[in-house]
């Protein structure tokens, strides 16, 4: 779990630092105040200090971060420089706390500027132990199933795609080509099965991906007199053989079924896996299957699972309010820009009323307001 992040002369930002709350965080703000760059950030700390085997030396380990920055960021001409707001000698700070099972701690800090190419470890404020040894995930707003099996099975094609797609790409679609299991935590379950009856069917992985019709049902009756293991349980009834091309499904349904693979195969369990980061869980999603996404993301939080997303989304946030409850902590995180120095400004508050400024709901505040004009003919 990710604590606290704090990034200065980075990117987008002069200075912020932000504490992340245990439970859901959701960044809002306009286009431009920097709300995916503050998600890569925070991913990029977690999953590099996931990924990287120990380093043999303070060097291995900076050459490391710097490579992986450069390729979950994606910079001009691929340089380290080109994320800093200053010249002066280390001048730009990443820094994240994190806490692992509420008991290990691991901070980790780098210094760098745009005269220098790759970021310096700063040894004072980091932990030197071990690296943090949980698995984060990344969801981009483009949906990843249709790129599927170019991104993992055309290894001759690997550095033109790395032009094109950052690196959080090719560690989503690693994380979905485990297998699936075969049994699963009730509540979980419960949600599988959801998606999969809102989808109408399920995605199915092995060197490509297909989608077949379907949805669960209960055992018959017989069944369960022979098999009294199977009684209340329900079962995938295939439609078809024939399997469809991911191409030919809804792209509101490759997102959930994202979301449906990553329990399936067990990369996202609550207490054993990373931070779950989603970048605009709506798009391309229809307004309906909103609620669905939030009770998932309600429910995995908590059984304390950490999560961050950003959205610009009117029913999804609405959707978060209604639900909310104090068995969940959501802290919503604020981004926008003063209208004089054009600084990114942060806030943060716990409580959906109190969010300010909020451009999602003053876009919808004012829809309304032309909408019963024009309905009065003014």
């Known amino acids: 779990m990710i604590r606290n992040l704090e990034l200065e002369k980075f990117s987008s930002f002069n200075k912020l630092n932000i504490d992340f709350s245990s439970g859901i965080n959701i960044i809002i703000g306009e286009n431009g105040t920097g709300k995916t760059q503050l998600l890569k950030a925070a991913y990029s700390l977690a999953s590099l200090s996931f ?23 994606l910079p001009e001409e691929l340089k380290i420089g080109k994320l800093s707001k200053c010249s002066e000698s280390n001048c730009s700070i990443i820094k994240a706390d994190f806490i692992e099972k509420m008991s290990y701690d691991k901070k980790i800090k780098f210094n760098f500027s745009t005269r220098v190419q790759t970021l310096k470890l700063d040894t004072k404020d980091s932990t030197k132990d071990d690296l943090y040894s949980m698995e984060p995930i990344f969801i981009p707003t483009k949906e990843v199933l249709s790129l599927y099996t170019g991104l993992k099975n055309n290894p001759e094609n690997k550095e033109a795609f790395k032009t094109i797609f950052d690196e959080s790409y090719f560690d989503l679609c690693n994380q979905l080509s485990r297998d699936s299991k075969d049994e699963f935590e009730p509540r979980i379950e419960v949600f599988l099965e959801e998606i999969v009856n809102k989808i109408q069917g399920k995605f199915l992985f092995n060197n490509t991906v297909n989608f077949t019709t379907g949805k669960y049902v209960p055992y018959a009756k017989s069944t369960i007199e022979s098999d009294k293991s199977k009684e209340g349980k329900r079962y995938f009834d295939e439609d078809s053989a024939d399997k469809l091309s991911t191409h030919m499904v809804a792209e509101g349904f490759r997102k959930l079924g994202v979301l449906h693979r990553l329990m399936e195969n067990e990369t996202l369990v609550p207490k054993k896996s990373g931070t779950l980061f989603w970048d605009e869980p709506e798009s391309n999603m229809n307004p309906k ?29 609405k959707w978060f309010d209604l639900l909310s409850n104090e068995s969940v902590h959501i802290r919503y995180h604020i981004l926008s820009r003063d209208k004089e120095s054009g ?12 969010i300010e400024p909020n451009p999602i709901d003053d876009a919808f505040e004012y829809l309304v307001d032309e909408e019963i004009v024009k309905d009065m003919g003014l």
Do not use: S
Not at 51 to 73: C, D, H, L, S, V
Not at 347 to 354: A, G, K, L, Q
């Open 51 to 73: 990924k990287n085997p120990k380093p043999e030396n303070q060097k291995e380990q900076e050459e490391a971060f710097t490579e992986g920055f450069k390729r979950i960021f």
């Open 289 to 317: 299957l909103m609620r669905l996404i939030v009770e998932v993301l309600m429910e995995l939080a908590k059984a304390e699972q950490q999560i961050i997303l950003t959205t610009h989304d009117y029913v999804l946030l």
């Open 343 to 354: 600084d990114i400004v942060y806030n943060f508050t716990n409580n959906y009323n109190e």
